[in-house]
């Protein structure tokens, strides 16, 4: 029997853990700081185990992690390394959804040298976007032809019918990775030039794009698009860009509302209140009573502006008391974001992904091509973004149990032997692309 210790059960473990424990001869262990949580998605199964376990009990994680064939990190990023040294020390295969760090990719010799796969970025954003990319990109270069532009750009959010806050957004996980991303610094290739800006700028650089078929959304960039010139291989791209989708009005929003430093992750101190009205006058440096008239001065708006009157909604200028736990202002907008925009019982999220290749055909034609993908989360079961998380990293545990994926060292999904196969799999389960040749 092949073993995978699975870390974490949050919101995209459920279809990760069923789809293993579908498979012939695998058994999974779901470790959880809450052992409930673990439990409720194992349901019962003799093949799965639920246990307690955090990050910080070294040895007890260390010891799982040698009784197990592969591990999933579902842990906060800044885990994953830790448990990377402890599988190249113990010949463990590991998988995880996330970004590749620079401490990550510096494992990739001691991977190598030890056997071990670390499979990384095999989730939705990252993951799909670079398979789904991954695949037309070498069937345009296998063909003879070029690709002199590449946009790509992914949006989670809660479906049409479920838009119904001025924020224009929904979270069906804990806000606080979500507003973290809005500090991002970002960097893309445009025409052949880095355009570069510091977070402080992200939301001052943003397009609105019709996606076909689909709607017009606001697109703002993804971090760092530059180095996807190699990962890809786009050789011949003079630009290559990926974005974030969100709804009409929630870029200028962040942008006050990251003013106001309300984004701010220093301890609160100096601070004479306890309501969010309080902590608005403290990052404003004012005592007047009217917080909202203030706060409206403080930016430079007009009273009537949209973006007041979202921050108002949300309760920045309001007597709500502040919540217990870290005393940082984002910890206090996490809180309040989750309860005031959290995605409402029988309602779906949907994942939008979109992306633009304008290409070169070895006859000299030009031609665009398009790839989108709509998917829906199913009311009171699991979201979309669970599934398309979750989904890709259990093909890929799979992969790494069945032989598939043996060449050792720190990967991310763009090798046709992992992406194809994987893509395949997925189209098999409904997560499949539109693609459109003009």
Same mark, same amino acid.
């Given at each position: 029997?092949?073993? &995978?210790?699975?870390l @974490?059960a949050g ?8 789809y ?5 001869? +695998? ?7 809450? +052992? ?6 194992i349901?019962g ?7 307690a376990?955090t990050?910080?009990? %070294? ?9 197990? $064939?592969?591990?999933v990190?579902l842990?906060?990023y800044?885990f994953?390394?830790?448990?990377a ?7 463990k295969?590991? &998988?995880?959804?996330?970004?590749v ?29 670079h ?8 069937? +345009?270069?296998?063909?003879g032809?070029?690709?002199?532009s590449?946009?790509?750009?992914? @949006?989670?959010?809660?479906a049409f019918?479920?838009?119904?806050n001025?924020?224009?957004y929904k ?22 030039? &880095? ?25 703002y #960039?993804?971090?760092d698009? &530059? ?8 050789? %011949?791209?003079?630009t ?7 709804? *009409?009005?929630w870029?200028? *929003?962040m942008r ?12 609160? *101190? ?8 309080d ?5 404003? @440096?004012?005592? $007047?009573?009217? +917080?909202?008239?203030?706060?409206t ?23 709500? #008391? ?32 979109f992306?633009?290749?304008?290409t ?14 709509? $998917?829906?989360?199913?009311?009171? @079961? ?5 599934? *398309?998380v ?7 545990v799979?992969m790494?149990l ?5 060449e ?6 763009v ?11 997925l ?8 693609e459109?040749?003009?």
């Amino acid at each position: 029997m092949a073993s &995978v210790l699975v870390l @974490g059960a949050g919101s995209v473990a459920p279809p990760l853990v069923r789809y293993l424990l579908d498979q012939e001869n +695998v058994t999974v262990t779901v470790a959880s700081r809450t +052992v409930s949580k673990a439990e409720k998605i194992i349901a019962g199964h003799p093949d799965g185990t639920p246990m307690a376990l955090t990050a910080d009990q %070294d040895e007890l994680l260390e010891e799982q992690v040698a009784k197990h $064939d592969v591990s999933v990190s579902l842990l906060p990023y800044v885990f994953h390394v830790k448990v990377a040294k402890l599988c190249i020390k113990h010949k463990k295969h590991m &998988v995880t959804t996330s970004y590749v760090s620079a401490e990550m990719k510096a494992l990739d010799a001691e991977a190598k040298a030890a056997g071990v796969v670390i499979l990384n970025e095999i989730g939705l954003d990252p993951g799909i976007d670079h398979m789904s990319a991954m695949k037309i990109i070498n069937e +345009v270069q296998e063909n003879g032809g070029k690709i002199l532009s590449f946009r790509s750009t992914t @949006g989670a959010l809660q479906a049409f019918e479920a838009n119904n806050n001025p924020f224009g957004y929904k979270f069906s996980w804990a806000p606080r990775g979500v507003l973290l991303a809005s500090k991002n610094a970002s960097q893309w290739l445009e025409n052949g030039q &880095v355009r570069k800006y510091p977070g402080e700028q992200l939301f001052e650089n943003y397009d609105i794009i019709d996606v076909p078929g689909v709607g017009a959304f606001e697109n703002y #960039p993804n971090r760092d698009s &530059v180095p996807y010139k190699e990962i890809y291989g786009l050789k %011949d791209a003079e630009t290559v860009y990926r974005g974030t989708f969100r709804m *009409t009005g929630w870029c200028e *929003t962040m942008r006050n509302v990251m003013a106001l430093g309300w984004l701010g992750e220093d301890e609160l *101190t100096g601070l004479n209140g306890t309501t969010y009205a309080d902590v608005t006058r403290h990052l404003i @440096g004012s005592t $007047d009573a009217d +917080v909202e008239a203030a706060t409206t001065k403080f930016l430079g708006l007009t009273p009537y502006a949209t973006a007041i009157k979202r921050m108002k909604w949300l309760g920045l200028f309001s007597d709500r #008391p502040l919540p217990n736990g870290p005393n940082t202002p984002i910890d206090h907008l996490n809180v309040i974001s989750l309860d005031r925009m959290e995605l409402g019982d029988g309602e779906r999220d949907m994942i939008v992904m979109f992306h633009e290749f304008l290409t070169v055909k070895a006859d000299g034609v030009k031609q665009r091509i398009t790839s989108t993908f709509l $998917d829906f989360g199913i009311p009171d @079961g699991d979201t979309s973004i669970a599934r *398309t998380v979750g989904l890709p990293a259990a093909i890929g545990v799979k992969m790494i149990l069945n032989g598939k994926i043996t060449e050792p060292g720190v990967h991310v999904p763009v090798t046709k032997n992992i992406y194809e196969p994987c893509m395949d799999e997925l189209e098999t389960i409904g997560i499949k692309f539109i693609e459109r040749y003009e």
